[in-house]
């Protein structure tokens, strides 16, 4: 049996950005979980991927729902990162958000934002692999992600 502490250990040598994934619960309702497993797939057709828990509490808004949006934080977006990392009821409260066509929450002040229509739902172990066909984004131009390395929020050092 695989040592989990370690297997995180290792895996958490691979530095990743941090993302805001927000969806719409059936009943309307909106929810965003901080996911750093994220992953571009396809580009043609452009597709994504995300991987949830599946104890995520609102995980019905990715799996149910028919679309949902990626928001790629920057480096001075720590706190959003927390916020949505945070089980609690409702993350959005003083939170201003846009919608485009979805009505999913997009993010403002992020490197990149991503509309997306889900496409298929795999279950992996303990997770779930949501696949999404991109619609619609936007990026800005200049700005720093926030990463997470070792389980630590870090910023790009120097470029190689
Ligand atoms: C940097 C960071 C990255 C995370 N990445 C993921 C991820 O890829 N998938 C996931 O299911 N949870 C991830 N989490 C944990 C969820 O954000 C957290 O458990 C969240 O509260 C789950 O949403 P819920 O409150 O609706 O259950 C991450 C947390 C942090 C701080």
């Known amino acids: 049996m695989l040592d989990s502490r370690r297997f995180r250990g290792a895996l958490g ?10 969806g719409l619960m059936p009943d309307g309702s909106p ?13 043609r057709p452009p597709l994504v991927l995300i991987s ?4 995520t509490v609102c995980l019905d808004a990715f799996v149910k729902g028919d679309r949902f949006a ?22 959005f409260k003083d ?3 846009e919608t485009w066509d979805s009505g999913c929450p997009i993010l403002p002040g992020c490197l990149a934002n991503l509309e997306c229509t889900r496409i298929t739902v795999h279950q992996g ?3 779930v692999v949501v696949i999404g066909e991109v619609n619609r984004m936007e990026h800005s131009e200049d700005g720093n992600p926030l ?7 870090a910023r790009l050092g120097e470029e190689i």
């Open 13 to 22: 040598r691979f530095a990743t950005g941090v993302t805001v994934v927000t």
């Open 125 to 127: 172990g303990d997770h």
């Open 52 to 55: 949830l828990a599946n104890t």
């Open 70 to 91: 990626i928001n790629v934080l920057g480096e001075d977006q720590r706190p959003l990162s927390l916020a949505f990392a945070t089980r609690r009821k409702d993350k």
């Open 147 to 153: 990463l997470y390395y070792r389980g630590s929020y």
């Open 95 to 97: 939170l201003v958000y």
């Open 31 to 43: 929810v965003g979980v901080t996911v750093n497993a994220f992953t571009s797939l396809s580009l």
